[in-house]
Antibody, heavy 119, light 106 residues
Framework: EVQLVESGGGLVQPGRSMKLSCAASGFTFNNYDMAWVCQAPKKGLEWVAT????????YYRDSVKGRFTISRDNAKSTLYLQMDSLRSEDTATYYCARQTAFGPYFDYWGQGVMVTVSS | DIQMTQSPASLSASLGETVTIECRAS??????LAWYQQKPGKSPQLLIYNANSLHTGVPSRFSGSGSGTQYSLKINSLQSEDVASYFC????????FGGGTKLELK
């Protein structure tokens, strides 16, 4: 069974940093591109970043470029999102998602982790 | 970025009814479209990909159609477990999502 389990969320002050982790199991992690998708409270979904199966390529939405870094450790089957210079508008639930082998849509999602940026 | 406009924002329907949700892209996305269902407090679940292909395990009362910039999700014979929010997502370019449709029972 495919499982994606996020951790590392919580309350953080504006301008500070936070690192999210996503532990994957039930599939061959290093065969899949992975992504982070966020959802602000009572709002819609927004793609945040994607990393290729081998970590060689990364892609970001414009609003997080230069502040967020997506990475992965294939030996540990773990995905990461390093979030620096956090802003109040980054407040959201962050989902780890597996991208399908056929295109950048998402066939498995984690349960999500809440990040609240507030002083 | 490709903008996705989803309608309606909310919808109330009766059990057994057929409902349709629309999604319009700001440019041609060549059937690079997925639909997701999100129940309250849960993560999204993939329903449809490539505009009209049913994801594994999804009930056949769900179907997708469309082309170019206009796409739709249809739910036949609405069941109580279909109460959820629904989102479209284009993947012709960097992924973008529609604003969502909240489906409730009348």
């Amino acid at each position: 069974e495919v499982q994606l389990v996020e951790s590392g969320g919580g309350l953080v002050q504006p301008g500070r940093s936070m690192k999210l982790s996503c532990a994957a199991s039930g599939f061959t992690f290093n065969n899949y591109d992975m992504a982070w998708v966020c959802q602000a409270p009572k709002k819609g979904l927004e793609w945040v970043a994607t990393i290729s199966y081998d970590g060689s390529s990364t892609y970001y939405r414009d609003s997080v470029k230069g502040r967020f870094t997506i990475s992965r450790d294939n030996a540990k089957s773990t995905l990461y999102l390093q979030m620096d210079s956090l802003r109040s508008e980054d407040t959201a639930t962050y989902y780890c998602a597996r991208q399908t082998a056929f295109g950048p849509y998402f066939d498995y999602w984690g349960q999500g982790v809440m990040v609240t940026v507030s002083s | 970025d490709i903008q996705m406009t989803q309608s309606p924002a909310s919808l109330s329907a009766s059990l057994g009814e057929t409902v349709t949700i629309e999604c319009r892209a700001s440019e041609d996305i060549y059937n690079g479209l997925a639909w997701y269902q999100q129940k309250p407090g849960k993560s999204p679940q993939l329903l449809i990909y490539n505009a009209n292909s049913l994801h594994t395990g999804v009930p056949s009362r769900f179907s997708g159609s469309g082309s170019g910039t206009q796409y739709s999700l249809k739910i036949n014979s609405l069941q109580s477990e279909d109460v959820a929010s629904y989102f479209c997502q284009q993947y012709y370019n960097y992924p973008t999502f529609g604003g969502g449709t909240k489906l409730e029972l009348k």
